[in-house]
């Protein structure tokens, strides 16, 4: 008796635009396999040109990785204090630990479920008040939704504390026309085979001049100081992007437009077939905010239906994913300051990622749909 495989649905799986290849082909056929060449510079133009407003890109091995150098760019060291957004990933704030310093945690607010701008306010004044002023502010635009970049940016502002946007799930999102990764101090990207494009792994350190980003890629390749042998001044890394997976990049780069708008059609789909589910809610883009709907994200009442909708799919292979535990509830963490208001934990004991490739097929749509309501009854 033959068993019937049904059709695995991924959350977020890589989706090729057909060009990717060619660029790849290129590489290997010029020899450009070791890091640096033409796919590099072509991949860094390419999202300079996307994003806009001056931006500077060096292409890097990840988002973590922007996030760590662009930390050492801010000049943050060990015994500096960084605040942090909690709702977010790991990599938003692993890389403060990386030199010495210490994340402070900020929950978030319900319109956007990014850092709160109230409770930034607080911590900035509660650190100041105990002698220690907060070096730098990571924010992060989640999910693909604009944080409040008008109020963030004002406070940053009034404090003279440097911004690093974490934009790693927002290529392709804006706020009042300027897209997200061009607001910061210094942003940063992912290119993480789960993102809205990939290069396999990867990701990019967006600044405001040349003399940054030369910084940067300086930091990133080994920090060589400029001799005819191997000469160091400072500690560097091994951060670059290969020019192999840069031509991926450029690829990817090409269909950008097409993944953001399949995306936001699946939001679309999945807000029009479950709305009549009273037990579900969507997060709405504020008024000046455009989400590239990296992952279309549901709220259910309580914990119980979260887990009976995400195991519901698992048995029907297809995956699923609770909203990002926040760092304030981590184990590594437990011991840092955190400023909390409740919003955070409670997104994630209800909150749940729903299957968003932009390869996603209406019969895929349908079949998700058929579950959740189904599970909902």
Not at 263 to 285: A, C, P, V
């Amino acid at each position: 008796m033959e068993t019937t495989v049904l059709k695995k649905i991924w959350l977020s799986p890589p989706h090729m635009g057909g060009n990717e290849e060619a660029y790849v082909k290129e590489a290997f056929e010029t020899n450009w396999i070791a890091p640096l060449g033409p796919n590099v510079q072509q991949f860094e133009k390419s999202i300079e040109d996307f994003i806009g407003n001056n931006v500077h890109s060096a292409g890097l091995s990840s988002g973590t990785a922007a996030i760590h150098l662009g930390l050492e760019l801010l000049g943050i060291g060990h015994g500096d204090e960084v605040i942090c957004q909690s709702f977010t990933f790991a990599a938003s704030a692993n890389p403060i630990t990386y030199l010495g310093a210490t994340p402070i945690f900020v929950d978030s607010e319900e319109e956007t479920w990014n850092i709160s701008p109230a409770l930034l306010k607080e911590a900035i004044e509660d650190r100041l008040a105990n002698g220690e002023k907060p070096k730098a502010i990571v924010a992060v635009h989640l999910y693909g939704m604009p944080y409040k970049v008008d109020e963030i940016h004002a406070i940053a502002k009034e404090y003279d504390i440097p911004v690093i946007e974490d934009s790693a799930e927002a290529l392709g999102s804006s706020y009042q026309g300027f897209n997200c990764g061009s607001f910061g101090d210094i942003g940063i990207l992912s290119f993480n085979g789960n993102k809205i494009i990939t290069t396999s792994g990867g990701g990019a350190l967006l600044c405001k001049d040349q003399k940054t980003k030369e910084k940067a890629v300086f930091l990133a390749t080994q920090a060589r100081d400029d001799a005819p042998h191997y000469e160091h001044s400072h500690i560097g890394y091994n951060y670059r992007m290969s020019n192999v997976l840069a031509g991926i990049g450029r690829g990817q780069m090409e269909v950008l437009g097409d993944r953001v708008a399949a995306r936001r059609k699946n939001y679309e789909y999945y807000r029009e077939h479950l709305s009549d589910q009273s037990k579900i809610t969507f997060l709405e883009e504020p008024k000046g905010s455009i989400s590239n709907r990296w992952l279309t994200c549901i709220l259910t009442p309580s914990f119980e239906d979260r887990e009976g909708i995400r195991i519901a799919l698992e048995h029907e292979n297809i995956e699923s994913r609770p909203l990002w535990k926040p760092m304030h509830l981590q184990p590594v963490f437990k011991n840092n300051s955190s400023y909390v208001n409740g919003v955070s934990e409670d997104l994630f004991n209800r909150g749940l990622c729903l299957p968003s490739g932009s390869s996603l097929e209406t019969s895929d749509l349908e079949r998700i749909c058929g579950i959740i309501k189904s599970e909902l009854k």
